[in-house]
């Protein structure tokens, strides 16, 4: 039976930035953006987008630096890195991540 991937401090870390991530990117697609397009309000975008980039750049971190102190394999790394392009998949990740994969 293999450890669990999501105990270790670096993978707490981890998870904690990338659902802060999540939270982002469907601020940015659900609220700002529609915000900007039906009711002229730019500044949520510019707000949103602003830390949205920021939380991007902390996930990148925080995955390299669990994947590299973890020993996480080349493939879930990846697939990490290919979650965090979608709306919804740093939760999706998360969920796989738990249930082992």
């Known amino acids: 039976m293999s450890a669990d991937p999501t105990r270790t401090p670096t993978a707490q870390w981890f998870l904690f930035i990338a659902r802060l991530e999540g939270i982002s990117v469907l ?4 609220v700002a953006m529609p915000l900007k397009r039906l009711a ?3 500044e949520p975008v510019a707000w949103v987008g602003w830390s949205h980039g ?5 996930y990148l971190l925080a995955l390299g630096s669990v994947s590299r102190v973890d020993a996480w394999s080349w493939g879930r790394t990846l697939l990490a ?3 965090s392009l979608f709306p919804f998949g740093t939760f999706w990740f998360e969920r796989r991540l738990r249930k082992g994969a």
């Open 27 to 30: 601020l940015l697609f659900f």
């Open 40 to 42: 002229g309000m730019p």
């Open 54 to 58: 920021v939380l991007v750049f902390l």
């Open 81 to 83: 890195f290919v979650a």
